[in-house]
């Protein structure tokens, strides 16, 4: 809720319905997932979070605000998790399809950290990342710099000497698009893209470029938004 470029991003209304709630369903169709939950910060801000992770019946944790590392980490522990599939909440296009294929490249070969972007093929907006928890663990502990933390997963695959990474790359080279919110202009694409194929969200990623090359003038919509570096938080 605390989004310094969107303020109150997490429950922005998309075609109906706050984007945690379309991230939450789209997530709960990951294949090979034991459990949903939503992390989230002890923040008084988040406080709508919380309430909202209750209407749609989802677990939650909360943790550190700016710590998300040690959030995740936390939130590993309580349940007891082997691994962690991370999905942020601010990607209401985020694709099951190309999700489960991330879990099951990561069951199949049992990396450190497995992802679809490790080197970027996919929109931005379609991240999925694997981790298991010793590999989570180990960042949690050695991790000092401040976008080591807040993002997560950087001190891993910045070592790959020390941790086995694997890509999951697209079928091609996608990744000059913009699927994520993180501005106004981002959330109007979102809107478009709902209003246009299907409010209720049963949509593949294929449906979404099929959707942009049919109508180029909804990808002009935030393609002037600047992805931040992590290193700037």
Same mark, same amino acid.
């Given at each position: 809720?605390?989004?310094?470029?969107?303020?109150?991003?997490?429950?922005?209304?998309?075609?109906?319905?706050?984007?945690?709630?379309?991230?939450?369903?789209?997530?709960?169709?990951?294949?090979?997932?034991?459990?949903?939950?939503? /992390?989230?910060?002890?923040?008084?801000?988040?406080?709508?979070?919380?309430?909202?992770?209750?209407?749609?019946?989802?677990?939650?944790?909360?943790?550190? &605000?700016?710590?998300?590392?040690?959030? @995740?980490?936390?939130?590993?522990?309580?349940?007891?998790?082997? /691994?962690?599939?991370?999905?942020?909440?601010?990607?209401?296009?985020? +694709?099951?399809?190309?999700?489960?294929?991330?879990? +099951?490249?990561?069951?199949?070969?049992?990396?450190?950290?497995?992802?679809?972007?490790?080197?970027?093929? @996919?929109?931005?907006?379609?991240?999925? &990342?694997?981790?298991?928890?010793?590999?989570?663990?180990?960042?949690?502990?050695?991790?000092?710099?401040?976008? &080591?933390?807040?993002?997560?997963?950087?001190?891993?695959?910045?070592?790959?000497?020390?941790?086995?990474?694997?890509?999951?790359?697209?079928?091609?080279?996608?990744?000059?698009?913009?699927?994520?919110?993180?501005?106004?202009? +981002?959330?109007?694409?979102?809107?478009?893209?709902?209003?246009?194929?299907?409010?209720?969200?049963?949509?593949?990623?294929?449906?979404?470029? +099929?959707?942009?090359?049919?109508?180029?003038?909804?990808?002009?919509?935030?393609?002037?938004?600047?992805?931040?570096?992590?290193?700037?938080?």
């Amino acid at each position: 809720m605390s989004s310094t470029r969107l303020p109150g991003k997490a429950l922005a209304d998309i075609a109906g319905k706050p984007m945690l709630e379309r991230v939450v369903e789209r997530t709960r169709r990951i294949a090979g997932l034991r459990e949903v939950v939503v /992390a989230t910060a002890v923040s008084a801000n988040d406080e709508r979070i919380v309430k909202e992770c209750r209407r749609l019946d989802t677990a939650v944790f909360r943790g550190s &605000e700016e710590d998300v590392l040690d959030r @995740y980490w936390q939130a590993c522990r309580r349940w007891k998790a082997d /691994a962690v599939v991370r999905i942020c909440s601010d990607c209401p296009l985020i +694709d099951a399809g190309e999700s489960t294929r991330v879990v +099951d490249a990561f069951v199949a070969q049992q990396p450190d950290l497995a992802a679809n972007d490790l080197e970027p093929s @996919y929109p931005v907006g379609l991240g999925t &990342e694997v981790i298991s928890a010793r590999a989570l663990e180990t960042a949690w502990r050695e991790a000092v710099l401040p976008y &080591e933390r807040q993002h997560v997963a950087p001190f891993i695959y910045r070592h790959p000497e020390r941790f086995q990474l694997l890509n999951v790359a697209a079928p091609g080279d996608y990744s000059r698009m913009r699927w994520t919110v993180d501005t106004r202009e +981002d959330l109007e694409f979102a809107r478009a893209v709902y209003t246009r194929l299907n409010r209720d969200g049963l949509f593949d990623w294929r449906a979404v470029l +099929d959707l942009v090359e049919r109508e180029p003038e909804l990808a002009a919509l935030n393609a002037k938004v600047r992805q931040k570096a992590i290193e700037e938080g």
